[in-house]
């Protein structure tokens, strides 16, 4: 089958080239490792669908143009998705070939290397296998040798004296030319590339903590002789770790080096690294495969840096006021503190059903009543929702409990706080933003204070030049609701409630208006269960959320700290669960008797770490923000592929 | 001043309250003051003095709860009724009573600030006396405590029926506002002189009579607010553990490290070997584990070129309550490139030693009455050696044996039978029926290191007071961590004891994809071949007519192979070295606590 294939192949000119990387996942079809190619995002069942079906119609070329009625090569519709992909693949092989075909005419072109004589030649990218199958296998039948030979091919320590940044930062500014050879400093990192020139120096890109530097490895540098020196260097290939002893200075050409006296490697790279030039950018492989994304595209991992630095801030502008950061249960016997579906799970020893928390509400607040005034925790939520370009599983919020400090108090915090983060991230209140990813245009947020603030209601009633009923509770306004939405096709699915009736029509007219930084204030108590009836407003509640381009980032209210109020309005959303919408609140029993004991007058405030976080690294995907996003099963995805 | 450590209970503050119709005089201010530092929160234990029916129009005493919340929501109508909202939306403080403590250190006894600057403080009211046109309120805020000193004339004047509201609508257990000037009373208490006194959140259930002592200590925990307004130490437990949590984070970025966040909810758990938490995803439709470490992840980070992460943050694993296990428990683990197990044990003494600093301002820290010495370097010793200190039993000497007759292509088995029986022998000699207990773990450890670890945990670990490294477990119990570099069959790894417990556990970690396949493959192979073993033996009991319990069916779970973080580390990891620490223990440690439930807010619960 496999030697068919390839006859086929050979046969078909242009063809070759288009399918030349799905042919070398096929020669590798038996083997386990080829899953883990770079570029592959296919399971090895699907590539031999795939080439199987390949071989019926040789003919087959993909158009310019995909359009609905277009057939692949055995006659069946093709998807949009599919064609893309097929483009995709295309446009790759082709830049590959052309690439080589470049490279091939620049070998003839230039002299042959002299031979040598004493022993073999140093080797580079060069004349790398390019077989991802047989590149692996060689490597590790590189390790087993080692091994079998007594030698440790993964040592257990080399001693860094320096980061890379660091080196930079110490040896920058040296002349081109100058060497400091009476130094002495060791480094270690991942080897991008090498260059062999002649049959004594070696050029390496080593890179670390994001930075790169080269090595100039000379044979007259090394302690060893030029054969142990052609073999060490033989031994190490691109993607390898390696540490470098040696010392520093600058090429002729002004690049900063280190020039090694000893060279280790560390710990071999066992699959062939993507290219240079075409790099990694399968989204699916991206994300399965953060380590390769990290190793590759260097942004990504600025992206998890400004995460990191968001976080930070966020603690240090709390604990500089006071407050004392805190762990509360992420699994509860009853999931509180907001509305959403709730993951469960069982606890077998105690044979007990438990939900993982979908917000840390409830048991903050009854730190509060405990006496800790200021209270905060940063940490993972969990919602059963499905999974989409704002939404993962499980995401990270930060929440804070003030005791008397109310909503405007917390509208303040809020705009001193994200301001402030904006200006300390970004180094300025203005931030460009694609909202439609990096090839749409881009917007211009501006964060600087104060921001607009909308009343819920009366910017809806504005918006629509309506008045809608003072008691919001009434069916009158529920109908009133239900033909609004008619009126100006905003869809409600079932249950139509009040309440969320309300949230798709502010969704669908002020959301929209709040690209720049602006509050949403004042919902109506049918919509905030646990938040503290408005103190001039009738019906309404001391709340705001925070929507930046158009996005929910922050949720604040004054607290509701009446418990006998409390339990009526965890009653209504019994009832709302009963009449079918299953996101009402479960009604918490010990949090009601807790309220009892006394809540102090207190402004609790979230904050949604991961949507700010995309905000400040420009992205608009969830699943870049998170390390390790939720994915569908591999199986799933390619057999939807399949199907299609 | 006494030390705030326990509140008073509301059956001795009735008995304390005087009656109200007492002139006021100067002897009358001074049997306040003494009355008030003897009746002030810190002191423990019922008082037998001043013994006086309640002042207060609406009854309270001898009520059950539910009589006194009936009570108390009148009172909370009543003040409506005045037009005062028994739920304030807000109070502006202006200090804290240990900043007003603190500013007015010097103020003379009996001596008024003479600025006469207002101050507005808030806090629950703990204590509460009324002596005629005199009331005295102990309030307490998140920093301290200070006495509202309540003078019908003064406060009237600002706030008409001020007073009366006061005696008859405030109690013990509300929150309140309160402005007023500073004085210094007779005594020495520090007083807000009040010009206004409102209500701020009206409690409707009444603070518990006893706490301390209390026979249901689970009490504690399931009403962890009761508690902290209760226990002044509970309340130190916590802000201690939010210090230790701020100075480990603090002390890995100074050194460089990255604090990120990986999956709690996963497809396959890893990184340990423990029975997972099983939830499911709806619109994925696919089972989920809950992780049981973030090892796993966090390496995939080090393959991606963050040198040095860490994650702090909780795991999960489904196991039974103790002292010291919690179904969700904190940990930070901590992955450095380029370091091995020597530089980890370095960096678990700064850690330790920084933390303990912090909330101790020691190196020697006393816990549960023994005295713990951090000063000194850690005593560095193999498992083998404690075991053959303590047992006499030559582990090195076994497998050295042991890899002879292997050589030699005899049977492995005779070095592993002769210590078995040894090991054997040595237990059921113990003294202690726990230790001979260990039997059974013994006769059916499968491998020379995994007696050698089940004769650790038997008769090593408990003597382990001091700070301890343990070193070079056996590899068959250490599928994560290298093979040490000098010495074969053990593994460069060490876990912390102190007090008998483990605190940390580290490895210059295993960075061989094909041995990390290996050994992944002979721990899930052997993990589910007992486990089919048992289905086999419930399912032939079952077909035989007996009984098998529906529970036992749960206890067992099958683990599966990570073959993506293999493909990880075939990309290559740079030597590594790794370190797990236990928050929670840590905590336990520092704060002088004997539960893990003494440090988690709110510890799960049957």
Aim: glycine share 6%.
């Amino acid at each position: 089958m496999r030697h068919a294939l390839q006859l086929w192949i050979t046969g078909l000119g242009l063809i070759v080239k288009r399918f030349a990387l799905h042919e070398s996942h096929f020669s590798a079809a038996a083997v386990r490792p080829a899953c883990t190619a770079w570029q592959s995002a296919l399971s090895h069942s699907e590539c031999w669908r795939r080439h199987i079906s390949r071989m019926v119609t040789t003919e087959y070329v993909l158009p310019e143009q995909w359009s609905e009625d277009l057939k692949d090569e055995n006659g069946e519709p093709m998807s949009k998705s599919e064609f893309k992909r097929r483009q995709k693949a295309q446009r790759v092989a082709a830049e590959k070939a052309e690439k080589e075909a470049a490279k091939a005419a620049a070998a003839a072109a230039a002299p042959p290397k002299p031979a040598k004589e004493d022993g073999p030649a140093l080797e580079d990218d060069s004349n790398e296998i390019t077989d991802p199958t047989a590149y692996f296998e060689n490597r590790v039948r590189y390790i087993n040798a080692k091994k079998a030979k007594g030698v440790n091919p993964y040592p257990h320590k080399f001693h860094v004296s320096m980061s890379l940044p660091d080196y930079i930062a110490k040896y920058g500014s040296l002349e081109p030319g100058q060497q400091e050879t009476e130094t002495t400093v060791s480094v270690a990192g991942r080897i991008f590339s090498k260059r062999a020139s002649g049959s004594k120096l070696l050029f390496y890109d080593l890179k670390a903590d994001g930075v790169k530097i080269q090595i100039m490895a000379d044979a007259r540098n090394s302690e060893l002789s030029l054969e142990a020196f052609t073999a060490v260097h033989n031994e190490c290939k691109r993607g390898d770790i390696v540490g470098v002893e040696g010392f520093p200075g600058k090429s002729k050409k002004g690049e900063l080096s280190i020039f090694p006296r000893k060279f280790m490697l560390l710990s071999p790279c066992l699959h062939m690294p993507p290219s240079a030039h075409f790099g990694l950018k399968d989204q699916e492989t991206r994300y399965r495969q953060r380590y390769l994304d990290l190793i590759v595209n260097s942004d990504v991992r600025n992206i998890f840096h400004t995460r990191s630095r968001i976080i930070q801030f966020v603690r240090r502008f709390l604990d500089t006021r006071g407050f004392l950061e805190v762990e509360t249960p992420m699994m509860n016997m009853i999931p509180g503190g907001a509305a959403a579906r709730p993951f469960i799970t069982h606890h077998n020893d105690l044979d007990m059903k438990l939900y993982m928390r979908i917000a840390p509400e409830l048991f903050l607040k009854m730190l509060v009543i405990g006496g800790l005034e200021r209270v905060y925790e940063i940490g993972r939520q969990f919602r059963n929702e499905g999974i989409d370009l704002t939404h993962n599983p499980e995401f990270t919020t930060c929440e804070f409990y003030q005791a008397y400090a109310d909503y405007k108090d917390l509208l303040d915090m809020t705009e001193t706080m994200i301001s402030q983060m904006v200006l300390e991230i970004k180094g300025s209140y203005k931030i460009q933003y694609h909202p439609e990813g990096p090839e749409k245009p881009a917007i211009e947020i501006d964060f600087t204070p104060p921001w607009r603030r909308i009343s819920m209601v009366s910017g809806l009633e504005e918006c629509l030049d309506i008045k809608l009923p003072t008691d919001l509770e009434s069916e009158e306004a529920r109908q009133l609701l239900v033909e609004l939405c008619i009126k100006h096709n905003v869809n409600c699915p079932p249950p139509q409630t009040t309440a969320r009736l309300l949230d798709k029509l502010v969704g669908e007219f002020l959301e929209e208006q709040c690209v720049n930084p602006t509050f949403i204030c004042d919902h109506p108590q049918l919509m905030s269960p646990l938040a503290k009836w408005h103190r001039e407003l009738p019906g309404m509640t001391e709340r705001f959320e925070l929507f930046v381009n158009k996005r929910e980032v922050c949720n604040a209210y004054t607290e509701l700290n009446d418990p006998i109020k409390q339990r009526e309005l965890f009653q209504d959303q019994a009832k709302a669960k009963s009449a079918g919408d299953d996101e009402a609140m479960f009604i918490d029993e010990n949090f009601c008797t807790a309220l009892e004991y006394g809540l102090p007058p207190t402004g609790g405030w979230g904050l949604g770490v991961d949507r700010m976080t995309m905000l400040l690294t420009d992205t608009c995907n969830i699943k870049e923000v998170l390390l390790f996003p939720a994915m569908k099963p591999e199986e799933a995805v390619s057999k939807k592929e399949g199907d299609s | 001043m006494l030390s705030s450590k326990n509140l008073l209970d509301p059956s001795q503050r009735l008995r304390r309250m005087r009656p109200e119709h007492r002139s006021v005089s100067t002897r009358a201010i001074k049997t306040a003051d003494k009355a008030d530092v003897q009746a002030g929160p810190g002191v423990d234990g019922p008082k037998k003095q001043g013994a006086k029916k309640s002042d207060n129009k609406i009854a309270q005493s001898a009520s059950s709860p539910e009589e006194i919340r009936d009570i108390r929501l009148k009172k909370a109508e009543s003040l409506r009724a005045q037009g005062q909202e028994p739920y304030a939306y807000g109070f502006d403080r202006t200090h804290f009573t240990k900043n007003l403590q603190d500013l007015y250190v010097s103020l003379a006894n009996g001596a008024e600030d003479e600025t006469g600057a207002v101050v507005a403080v808030a806090g629950r009211v703990v204590a509460k006396r009324v002596m005629g046109k005199l009331a005295f309120l102990s309030l307490r805020d998140d920093k301290g405590q200070i006495q509202l000193y309540v003078d019908r004339n003064r406060l009237d004047e600002a706030q008409p029926e001020g007073f009366n509201t006061v005696k008859g609508l405030v109690d013990v257990g509300d929150v309140v506002g309160c402005s007023g000037t500073i004085k210094r009373t007779e005594k020495g208490e520090l007083s807000v002189v009040a010009t206004e006194l409102k209500v701020l959140t009206k409690s409707l259930l009444p603070l518990p009579d006893k706490w301390h002592g209390l026979s249901d200590v689970e009490k504690r925990y399931r009403q962890r607010y009761l508690d902290l307004i209760m226990t002044a130490e509970v309340r130190d437990t916590f802000r201690a553990r939010s210090r230790i949590v701020s100075t480990l984070r603090r002390q890995l970025e100074d050194r460089g490290f990255i604090e990120v966040e990986t999956p709690v909810l996963e497809s396959i758990a890893g990184g340990a070997d423990a029975r997972p938490f099983r939830t499911f995803h709806n619109s994925l439709g696919r089972d989920l584990t809950l992780r049981i470490a973030t090892e796993l992840h966090l390496k995939r980070l080090v393959v991606g070129g963050f040198e040095r992460v860490f994650e702090l943050g909780r795991v999960f694993r489904n196991e039974g309550l103790s002292s010291r296990h919690n179904p969700e428990f904190t940990s930070v683990e901590i992955y450095q490139a380029y370091a091995d197990y020597n530089d980890m044990m370095s960096l678990t003494e700064d850690l330790i030693r920084a933390c303990a600093q912090e909330v101790r301002g020691s190196q020697q820290v006393s816990y549960q009455g023994v005295s713990i010495d951090f000063s000194q370097p850690f005593r560095r010793v193999t498992m083998a050696e404690l075991v053959r200190e303590s047992t006499g039993i030559d582990f090195e000497a076994a497998m050295a044996s042991a890899r002879r007759t292997a050589d030699s292509g005899a049977g492995a088995s005779a070095a592993l039978e002769e210590t078995r029986a040894a090991a054997e022998a040595v237990l059921m000699a113990h003294p202690d029926k726990d230790v001979r207990k260990c039997t059974a773990k013994v006769r059916s450890a499968p491998s020379l290191g995994h007696l050698l670890n089940e004769m650790f945990e038997a008769v090593g670990e408990a003597g382990l007071v001091q700070p301890t490294f343990v070193l070079e477990h056996p590899v068959e119990i250490s599928p994560l961590a290298k093979l040490h570099r000098s010495k074969p069959g053990v593994t460069e790894r060490f876990e912390l004891f102190i007090y008998g417990r483990e605190h940390a556990n580290a490895f210059s970690e295993l960075t061989d994809p094909v041995d990390q396949r290996a050994r992944f493959e002979e721990q899930v192979a052997r993990h589910n071949s007992v486990f089919q073993e048992k289905q086999k033996a419930k399912l032939e009991a079952k077909a035989a007519g007996q009984d098998v319990p529906s529970q036992d069916e749960e206890d067992e779970y099958e683990v599966a192979l990570d073959t993506d973080f293999i493909t990880a580390l075939e990309y290559g990891m740079p030597p590594t070295g790794g370190l797990g620490i236990g928050v929670d223990r840590l905590v336990m440690l520092l704060t002088d606590s004997p539960s893990i439930r003494d440090v988690i807010a709110f510890p799960t619960m049957n």
